[in-house]
């Protein structure tokens, strides 16, 4: 077990990216099938919404490549995709919101989960000083502006729900 | 998983294995930490009332202390069922200890959504395997 929140070796980056993806193939998921859930009617009633989640899911498909070309510079093996993509698909159904509230808070819970994932990965990466494969400083630019866009996402969510409340 | 958790989960295992209190010793064993760091953070659980340590004795979680471990416990499970059933990884044990302090239990949680845990979790966690006993790994030996 390791106590304390660092980052100390390539193998260990690779792995964090790699959860990134997960998380990121997870909102994506997510935000489409909140979206297709939508009642055709609802759709061009909620405008704002429908925007919302397009948006989300092309930015986690973003970040999902820009992971992925972290990783490609680090030692890592690749991890089955499709599989992932299969699984989050299947176990949708199980967890999905039940009404407009119940998905814009998933919203919410998906952008503030990623922004907590790269903020607790940042602070471990500078917490230590080991040295990996690719650029420590690219790294953390291309971390932080993923984190800030995850910050902006969180807003846009809160902003919307607060103007329904 | 903040420090702290990692503490009360760590008690919270050793007071199953050995039916009685942690001792000071085994824990910074099971954390890889000096005596002197454990005893101090056993001494910050105490002043937030989530342990109390008696001389000679050990380390005794108190109730809230108890719900932090298997709240701990569960973030774990998810972790390492993570990385043994998503993303295949053999080591799932070694890494999951390497990662815990790093994933945050909202992060958990998420991750949650894809993975299948069983509704006894955290009772299921099996702390001489390290890893909860419904979990089925294909590749694996098994744990020594």
């Known amino acids: ?165 | 998983m903040n420090t702290a958790d990692q503490y009360v989960k760590a008690i919270y295992l050793l007071q199953q294995m050995e039916d009685g209190p942690a001792s000071t010793g085994a824990l910074a064993d099971m954390l890889d930490v000096s005596p002197a760091s454990a005893n101090e953070m056993i001494g910050k659980l105490e002043d937030r009332g989530l342990a109390e340590h008696e001389k000679y004795k050990g380390v005794t979680l108190s109730d809230d202390g108890i719900v932090r471990a298997r709240d701990a416990i569960q973030t774990y499970c998810i972790i390492e069922r993570f990385l043994a059933n998503v993303l295949d990884v053999e080591e799932f044990r070694a890494e999951a200890r390497e990662l815990e302090s790093v994933i945050d239990e909202t992060v958990a949680e998420r991750l949650d959504t894809i993975i299948d845990r069983n509704a006894e979790c955290p009772d299921c966690f099996d702390p001489e395997t390290d890893a909860c006993e419904y979990l089925e790994v294909e590749h694996e030996k098994p744990a020594d």
Not at chain 1, 60 to 74: F, N, V
Not at chain 1, 116 to 140: H, P, T
Not at chain 1, 143 to 161: P, S, Y
């Open chain 1, 1 to 165: 077990m390791s106590v304390g929140n660092q980052v100390t070796s390539d193998h260990q980056l690779a792995r964090l990216l790699q959860i990134g993806i997960v998380l990121e193939e997870v909102v994506e998921a997510r935000a489409y099938h909140h979206y297709q859930s939508l009642a055709e009617e609802d759709r061009h009633l909620d405008a704002e919404l429908e925007e919302l989640l397009e948006h989300a899911a092309e930015e986690s498909a973003e970040h999902r490549e820009q992971l992925e070309g972290l990783i490609a510079g680090l030692d890592a093996e690749s991890i089955p995709f499709e599989d992932i993509e299969t699984l989050v698909e299947a176990k949708y159904g199980q967890t999905k919101p039940e009404d407009f509230d119940g998905i814009l808070y998933d919203q919410l819970c998906n952008e503030e989960t990623a922004y907590k994932f790269y903020d607790d990965l940042i602070d471990g990466i500078e917490a230590s000083d080991a040295e990996f494969s690719i650029d420590r400083e690219q790294l953390l630019v291309a971390l932080r502006t993923i984190r800030e866009e995850e910050a902006d996402g969180v807003e846009a969510v809160t902003k919307i729900m607060e103007t329904r409340e």
